[in-house]
């Protein structure tokens, strides 16, 4: 009972779970802000999707508004997690082990639809390669944590 007691309260790597929850959407919004805004506000967008344009492609404003709409998606999601988190919600660790899976497919399908627009551009640039990356490397950690750490089973249980 008492290892039981020592183990309630987002303690430990917990911390550290939860810093990154609240970083996350303050990260996503202000990369999102950086990209999409001068995207919008200096005439690019314009210049990939217009037919008159030397830059024109067909995908490319399917490929922007879907990149927006996941990335959006994503902001949300970070703060049902924070949600959850905070809540000690049952459902926290499915929801957190979902999400770090879905950003390393969704980086991956992103490369791959950049790869049909820009054939000649190398799939994997170095910053796409470091999000990669760092998505795996975070997912390698953190998920075997939420599935295997006795503090995750003791305090993830409030529905």
């Known amino acids: ?10 303690g430990g790597w917990l911390t550290l779970v939860g810093f ?18 001068p995207m919008f506000s200096e005439g690019i967008f314009n210049s990939l999707t217009s037919v008159d344009s030397v830059y024109y492609h067909p995908l490319w404003i399917y490929y922007i508004l879907g990149e927006i709409t996941v ?5 949300l999601t970070s703060f049902v997690l924070l949600y959850l988190f905070f809540k000690k919600h049952y459902l926290f660790p499915k929801v957190f082990i ?3 899976i879905a950003m390393i497919i969704f980086i ?7 790869k049909l627009i820009l054939p000649n551009e190398e799939i994997f640039d170095s910053d796409t390669a470091s999000e990669l990356m760092r998505s795996i490397f975070y997912g390698m950690i953190w998920i075997p944590y939420m ?3 006795k503090r995750v089973k003791v305090n993830f249980v409030e529905k």
């Open 20 to 37: 990154g929850l609240i970083v996350s959407p303050i990260r996503l919004i202000v990369t999102g802000y950086q990209t999409y805004y």
């Open 98 to 100: 979902s999400v770090c």
């Open 71 to 75: 990335n959006t998606i994503f902001v």
């Open 108 to 114: 991956l399908i992103d490369a791959s639809l950049i």
């Open 1 to 10: 009972m008492d290892d039981i007691n020592k183990l309630k309260g987002l």
């Open 147 to 149: 599935m295997f750490s």
